[in-house]
Protein backbone atom coordinates (compact mmCIF):
# COMPACT_ATOMS: atom_id res chain seq x y z
CA UNK A 1 0.00 0.00 0.00
CA UNK A 2 1.47 3.51 -1.43
CA UNK A 3 1.75 5.56 2.26
CA UNK A 4 3.77 5.76 5.40
CA UNK A 5 3.72 3.06 7.97
CA UNK A 6 5.70 3.51 11.71
CA UNK A 7 7.04 0.15 12.81
CA UNK A 8 8.75 -0.57 16.51
CA UNK A 9 10.07 -4.40 16.28
CA UNK A 10 13.48 -5.91 16.32
CA UNK A 11 14.86 -2.96 13.81
CA UNK A 12 13.82 -0.05 16.15
CA UNK A 13 11.82 2.72 16.04
CA UNK A 14 11.50 2.71 12.20
CA UNK A 15 9.17 4.47 9.32
CA UNK A 16 8.51 3.07 6.32
CA UNK A 17 7.75 5.02 3.54
CA UNK A 18 6.04 3.51 0.13
CA UNK A 19 6.38 5.48 -2.74
CA UNK A 20 4.80 5.29 -6.05
CA UNK A 21 7.25 4.15 -8.97
CA UNK A 22 7.54 3.61 -12.36
CA UNK A 23 7.12 -0.01 -13.77
CA UNK A 24 10.75 -1.83 -12.41
CA UNK A 25 12.57 -1.54 -15.81
CA UNK A 26 13.78 -5.67 -14.65
CA UNK A 27 9.92 -6.68 -14.23
CA UNK A 28 10.19 -10.59 -14.82
CA UNK A 29 10.43 -11.65 -11.04
CA UNK A 30 7.41 -14.80 -11.39
CA UNK A 31 5.79 -13.56 -7.79
CA UNK A 32 6.12 -10.05 -7.96
CA UNK A 33 2.84 -8.08 -7.04
CA UNK A 34 4.77 -4.62 -7.43
CA UNK A 35 3.52 -3.27 -11.12
CA UNK A 36 0.13 -3.41 -9.39
CA UNK A 37 0.90 0.09 -7.53
CA UNK A 38 2.94 1.52 -9.97
CA UNK A 39 2.24 3.88 -12.93
CA UNK A 40 3.29 4.67 -16.73
CA UNK A 41 2.25 9.05 -15.96
CA UNK A 42 4.53 11.36 -14.62
CA UNK A 43 2.24 13.66 -13.11
CA UNK A 44 0.58 10.79 -10.58
CA UNK A 45 4.02 9.83 -9.74
CA UNK A 46 4.92 13.26 -8.65
CA UNK A 47 1.77 14.24 -7.36
CA UNK A 48 1.48 11.28 -5.10
CA UNK A 49 5.15 10.78 -4.14
CA UNK A 50 5.38 14.66 -2.66
CA UNK A 51 1.91 14.13 -0.49
CA UNK A 52 3.42 11.03 0.89
CA UNK A 53 7.18 12.52 1.27
CA UNK A 54 5.57 15.47 2.69
CA UNK A 55 3.33 13.10 5.48
CA UNK A 56 6.39 11.15 6.18
CA UNK A 57 8.16 14.05 6.70
CA UNK A 58 6.09 15.53 9.49
CA UNK A 59 6.26 11.63 11.18
CA UNK A 60 10.20 12.41 11.16
CA UNK A 61 9.74 15.21 12.82
CA UNK A 62 7.42 14.36 15.82
CA UNK A 63 7.68 11.06 16.16
CA UNK A 64 11.66 10.87 15.76
CA UNK A 65 12.41 7.39 13.95
CA UNK A 66 15.90 5.65 14.00
CA UNK A 67 15.46 4.18 10.94
CA UNK A 68 14.09 5.44 7.32
CA UNK A 69 12.90 2.76 4.49
CA UNK A 70 12.03 4.21 1.75
CA UNK A 71 10.85 1.39 -1.22
CA UNK A 72 9.09 2.38 -4.90
CA UNK A 73 7.91 -1.25 -5.70
CA UNK A 74 11.72 -1.44 -7.69
CA UNK A 75 15.27 0.19 -7.59
CA UNK A 76 15.97 3.51 -5.95
CA UNK A 77 17.96 4.35 -9.29
CA UNK A 78 14.30 4.15 -11.50
CA UNK A 79 12.94 7.09 -9.13
CA UNK A 80 12.74 10.36 -10.96
CA UNK A 81 15.51 12.80 -9.56
CA UNK A 82 13.10 15.14 -7.90
CA UNK A 83 12.00 12.51 -6.16
CA UNK A 84 15.18 11.63 -4.71
CA UNK A 85 16.32 15.01 -4.05
CA UNK A 86 12.67 15.17 -1.92
CA UNK A 87 13.70 12.38 0.05
CA UNK A 88 17.16 14.92 1.20
CA UNK A 89 15.40 15.76 4.40
CA UNK A 90 13.50 12.67 5.44
CA UNK A 91 17.03 10.55 5.27
CA UNK A 92 19.51 13.04 6.62
CA UNK A 93 20.91 11.95 9.90
CA UNK A 94 18.74 8.59 9.74
CA UNK A 95 19.97 4.97 9.10
CA UNK A 96 18.16 5.23 5.51
CA UNK A 97 17.25 2.24 3.53
CA UNK A 98 16.79 1.73 -0.30
CA UNK A 99 16.27 -1.23 -2.13
CA UNK A 100 18.18 -2.04 -5.35
CA UNK A 101 18.87 -4.86 -7.81
CA UNK A 102 22.44 -5.77 -7.51
CA UNK A 103 23.27 -4.09 -11.17
CA UNK A 104 22.77 -0.71 -9.98
CA UNK A 105 24.74 -1.42 -6.60
CA UNK A 106 28.87 -0.53 -7.47
CA UNK A 107 31.15 1.72 -5.70
CA UNK A 108 30.12 4.68 -7.41
CA UNK A 109 26.28 4.25 -7.08
CA UNK A 110 26.86 3.67 -3.43
CA UNK A 111 29.18 7.05 -3.24
CA UNK A 112 26.05 8.68 -4.98
CA UNK A 113 23.73 8.13 -2.41
CA UNK A 114 25.84 8.39 0.46
CA UNK A 115 26.71 11.98 -0.87
CA UNK A 116 22.93 12.78 -1.80
CA UNK A 117 21.14 11.89 1.45
CA UNK A 118 23.96 11.84 3.79
CA UNK A 119 22.17 9.51 5.95
CA UNK A 120 23.94 8.43 9.29
CA UNK A 121 24.13 5.28 7.66
CA UNK A 122 23.02 3.97 4.57
CA UNK A 123 21.11 0.00 4.15
CA UNK A 124 20.83 -0.94 0.58
CA UNK A 125 18.48 -3.93 0.59
CA UNK A 126 18.70 -6.53 -2.16
CA UNK A 127 16.24 -9.16 -3.17
CA UNK A 128 18.61 -12.33 -3.58
CA UNK A 129 16.08 -14.14 -2.45
CA UNK A 130 17.53 -17.76 -2.01
CA UNK A 131 21.34 -19.16 -2.35
CA UNK A 132 19.99 -21.63 -4.64
CA UNK A 133 20.95 -20.27 -8.20
CA UNK A 134 18.70 -22.57 -10.38
CA UNK A 135 15.50 -21.61 -7.73
CA UNK A 136 16.67 -17.87 -8.03
CA UNK A 137 16.82 -18.08 -11.67
CA UNK A 138 14.58 -21.11 -12.75
CA UNK A 139 11.70 -20.52 -10.34
CA UNK A 140 11.91 -16.66 -9.32
CA UNK A 141 12.98 -15.76 -12.27
CA UNK A 142 15.68 -13.27 -10.53
CA UNK A 143 17.86 -12.83 -13.61
CA UNK A 144 20.59 -13.04 -10.85
CA UNK A 145 23.51 -15.12 -10.94
CA UNK A 146 25.52 -16.24 -8.31
CA UNK A 147 28.46 -13.79 -9.76
CA UNK A 148 26.17 -11.47 -8.66
CA UNK A 149 26.09 -12.19 -5.31
CA UNK A 150 29.97 -12.67 -4.83
CA UNK A 151 30.41 -9.53 -6.52
CA UNK A 152 28.00 -7.73 -3.61
CA UNK A 153 29.84 -9.95 -1.36
CA UNK A 154 33.31 -8.66 -2.37
CA UNK A 155 31.69 -4.53 -2.64
CA UNK A 156 30.97 -5.19 0.98
CA UNK A 157 33.93 -5.88 2.33
CA UNK A 158 35.40 -3.22 0.29
CA UNK A 159 33.32 -0.41 1.64
CA UNK A 160 34.06 -1.83 4.38
CA UNK A 161 37.74 -1.60 4.15
CA UNK A 162 37.04 2.20 3.01
CA UNK A 163 35.09 2.66 6.57
CA UNK A 164 31.46 4.09 4.44
CA UNK A 165 28.96 3.75 6.66
CA UNK A 166 26.97 1.41 4.37
CA UNK A 167 25.19 -2.13 5.05
CA UNK A 168 24.28 -4.69 2.66
CA UNK A 169 21.19 -6.32 3.58
CA UNK A 170 19.42 -9.22 1.65
CA UNK A 171 15.74 -10.46 1.46
CA UNK A 172 15.28 -14.28 1.74
CA UNK A 173 11.71 -15.49 0.11
CA UNK A 174 9.75 -18.64 2.17
CA UNK A 175 6.26 -20.08 1.87
CA UNK A 176 6.48 -20.60 -1.54
CA UNK A 177 6.02 -23.45 -4.19
CA UNK A 178 9.37 -24.30 -5.56
CA UNK A 179 11.10 -23.18 -2.48
CA UNK A 180 12.01 -26.32 -0.17
CA UNK A 181 12.24 -25.01 4.12
CA UNK A 182 15.94 -26.92 3.93
CA UNK A 183 16.82 -24.43 1.06
CA UNK A 184 15.37 -21.47 2.60
CA UNK A 185 17.56 -22.59 6.43
CA UNK A 186 20.87 -23.34 3.85
CA UNK A 187 19.88 -19.69 1.91
CA UNK A 188 19.80 -17.92 5.77
CA UNK A 189 23.00 -19.93 7.22
CA UNK A 190 24.48 -18.52 3.84
CA UNK A 191 23.32 -15.15 3.84
CA UNK A 192 24.35 -14.50 7.47
CA UNK A 193 27.61 -14.78 6.75
CA UNK A 194 27.77 -12.64 3.42
CA UNK A 195 25.38 -9.52 4.37
CA UNK A 196 25.11 -7.34 7.10
CA UNK A 197 21.83 -8.21 7.56
CA UNK A 198 18.97 -10.70 6.56
CA UNK A 199 15.21 -9.82 6.06
CA UNK A 200 12.72 -13.15 5.74
CA UNK A 201 9.71 -12.52 3.84
CA UNK A 202 6.67 -14.47 3.38
CA UNK A 203 5.08 -15.01 0.42
CA UNK A 204 1.76 -13.89 -0.52
CA UNK A 205 0.00 -14.60 -4.06
CA UNK A 206 -1.59 -11.44 -5.59
CA UNK A 207 -2.31 -13.28 -9.43
CA UNK A 208 -3.83 -16.37 -10.25
CA UNK A 209 -0.69 -16.80 -12.33
CA UNK A 210 1.68 -16.10 -9.67
CA UNK A 211 3.22 -19.18 -7.94
CA UNK A 212 1.36 -20.98 -4.95
CA UNK A 213 1.67 -20.25 -1.91
CA UNK A 214 2.99 -22.91 0.59
CA UNK A 215 2.18 -23.87 4.21
CA UNK A 216 5.43 -23.03 6.91
CA UNK A 217 6.24 -25.39 9.37
CA UNK A 218 6.74 -24.22 13.09
CA UNK A 219 10.06 -25.47 13.32
CA UNK A 220 11.31 -23.21 10.27
CA UNK A 221 9.28 -20.31 11.63
CA UNK A 222 11.34 -20.79 14.80
CA UNK A 223 14.23 -20.75 13.38
CA UNK A 224 13.60 -17.50 10.93
CA UNK A 225 12.60 -15.54 14.43
CA UNK A 226 15.44 -17.26 15.98
CA UNK A 227 18.25 -15.86 13.43
CA UNK A 228 16.66 -13.47 11.29
CA UNK A 229 17.50 -9.79 11.68
CA UNK A 230 13.70 -9.45 11.11
CA UNK A 231 10.53 -12.04 9.37
CA UNK A 232 8.15 -10.05 8.10
CA UNK A 233 5.01 -12.16 8.29
CA UNK A 234 2.69 -9.22 6.22
CA UNK A 235 0.67 -6.63 7.31
CA UNK A 236 -0.88 -2.70 6.07
CA UNK A 237 2.02 -2.13 3.61
CA UNK A 238 1.41 -5.68 2.08
CA UNK A 239 -2.21 -4.32 1.10
CA UNK A 240 -1.32 -3.97 -2.55
CA UNK A 241 -3.95 -1.85 -4.85
CA UNK A 242 -6.78 -3.08 -2.61
CA UNK A 243 -5.54 -6.83 -2.38
CA UNK A 244 -4.10 -8.80 1.08
CA UNK A 245 -2.46 -11.38 -1.01
CA UNK A 246 -3.19 -15.14 0.06
CA UNK A 247 -0.20 -16.65 2.51
CA UNK A 248 -1.04 -20.56 3.20
CA UNK A 249 -1.79 -21.53 6.67
S1 LIG B 1 13.27 -6.81 -9.43
FE1 LIG B 1 11.89 -6.43 -7.67
S2 LIG B 1 10.35 -4.99 -8.43
FE2 LIG B 1 11.39 -5.84 -10.23
S3 LIG B 1 10.10 -7.57 -10.89
FE3 LIG B 1 11.69 -8.38 -9.50
S4 LIG B 1 10.77 -8.37 -7.43
FE4 LIG B 1 9.53 -7.03 -8.76
Known amino acids: MLGVFRYEDKLGRRLVVILQGYPCAYGKCTFCPFALEQTLHPAKLFEAN ?10 KESWGPERVAVFNGGSIHELPYKVLEDLRPLASGTVFEVEERSEYVDIDSVRRLL ?7 LVVRIGFETVDERIRNEVLGKDMPDTELERIYR ?11 VEFWTYLLFGMEGIPEESVVRSLKAFKRMFDGVIAIRYRRYSPSHPRPVGVSRG ?4 LEEHADLVDWGGDQWVIAGRQGSAQK
Open 50 to 59: SRIIGEALKV
Open 115 to 121: QLFEPRR
Open 155 to 165: LRLETRRMGLP
Open 220 to 223: LARI
